[in-house]
């Protein structure tokens, strides 16, 4: 790992919504944390929390040397907005069959 890196994976507990054009796409109350080093909190959803059927498999993949190759999916209008690490690194195993999003948002507790 570069010296001053740092990811930590934690369970959270927040309740955390993806909405796009209108609709629910995502929506959890079980997220894992991914924080990184330079990078702000990112909310990985499990695939059961998930409208994967309004997923499309997009060819693009991206290379990060600490969490592995990462795949993508588009949704209706915007291409390659949600991504997930189908072989994570071993340090970020818990990632894997999880999905992460540019727009999710946590909702507050009533």
């Not at 054009?21 to 499990?46: D, H, I, K, N």
């Not at 997009?58 to 997930?84: E, I, N, Q, R």
């Not at 999905?99 to 909702?107: G, K, L, N, Q, S």
Request: a negative charge; proline letters at 9%.
């Amino acid at each position: 790992m570069v010296q001053g890196h740092r990811i930590t994976v934690e369970q959270g507990t927040q309740h955390v919504r993806v909405e796009h054009g209108g609709q629910v796409v995502a929506e959890s109350t079980r997220p894992l944390l991914l924080r990184e080093t330079g990078c702000p909190v990112r909310y990985y959803l499990p695939a059961e929390d998930v409208r994967t059927d309004l997923l499309t498999p997009s060819d693009t993949h991206t290379y990060c040397p600490f969490k592995g190759t990462a795949s993508y999916w588009s949704l209706p209008d915007a291409a390659d907005t949600v991504w997930g690490y189908p072989d994570p690194k071993p340090a970020v195993a818990s990632i894997k069959d999880h999905f992460c999003f540019y727009e999710a948002r946590e909702i507050p507790a009533a």
